[in-house]
């Protein structure tokens, strides 16, 4: 599926590299400066490749946005309820790629068997507008765990900006053609 210039789908086996590179790259940028070298080693350990490709033959999944050609951005959600991982290269900031991961994520954990009551991710700083912007609130002050800087912060289910947007513009729909939205 294609939107704001990317296509989206599940990533696949082999790609582990090429999604690490992705994270590499962005961490070192907007959130490793923030970091002791303890943090860096601590988040290095969780984003390599290796750790990536057990995590998601267990209970992980990973989506990925394709753009020219390249990974441009990624999102690892582990066991259907906590983001571990949201990260779009910098030369594609800002045109909605981020938002359509977890969209995405978001629908995959609400069509899951049982899904959960409310989402959660250990923010970086920098992503806390985004974050906020699409309905997540912080749940605890800044905490550092091993040198990791991180917010943490939840979306209850099934509300959030993401699908009240979303119902609108159903609404919208259904009125003009005169029906119940139910
Ligand atoms: C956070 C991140 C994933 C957002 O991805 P993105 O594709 O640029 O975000 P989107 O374009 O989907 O943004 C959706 C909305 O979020 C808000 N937003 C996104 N980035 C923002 C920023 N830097 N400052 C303020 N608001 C921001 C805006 O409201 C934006 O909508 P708008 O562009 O119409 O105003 C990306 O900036 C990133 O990879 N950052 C570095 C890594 C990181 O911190 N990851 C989070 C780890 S938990």
Redesign the pocket.
């Known amino acids: 599926m294609n939107k704001n210039g990317a296509a989206y789908r599940a990533a696949r086996p082999g790609e582990e590299t090429a999604v690490s590179n992705l994270v590499a790259r962005?961490?070192n940028e907007?959130?490793a400066p923030d970091f002791s070298e303890e943090g860096v080693e601590e988040f290095f350990r969780y984003a390599n490749p290796r750790s990536l490709k057990k995590r998601s033959e267990d209970s992980h999944f990973v989506l990925v946005a394709e753009a020219e050609g390249e990974i441009a951005?990624m999102i690892e959600v582990r066991e259907m309820k906590h983001?571990s991982?949201?990260?779009?290269d910098k030369s594609?900031?800002?045109?909605?790629?981020?938002?359509?991961l977890l969209r995405l994520a978001l629908d995959r954990i609400k069509s899951a068997n049982s899904p959960p009551a409310s989402v959660t991710?250990?923010?970086?700083r920098?992503?806390v507008?985004?974050y906020e912007?699409?309905g997540f609130t912080k749940t605890s002050e800044e905490k550092i765990i091993y040198g990791v800087i991180h917010i943490p912060m939840a979306l209850a289910l099934p509300e959030g900006r993401i699908l009240r947007r979303e119902d609108s513009t159903r609404q919208e729909i259904y009125a003009r053609r005169n029906k119940s939205p139910v």
């Open positions: 962005s961490f907007f959130i951005g983001i991982m949201l990260f779009v594609h900031h800002r045109k909605g790629i981020g938002k359509e991710v250990h923010s970086s920098f992503a507008p985004f912007s699409l």
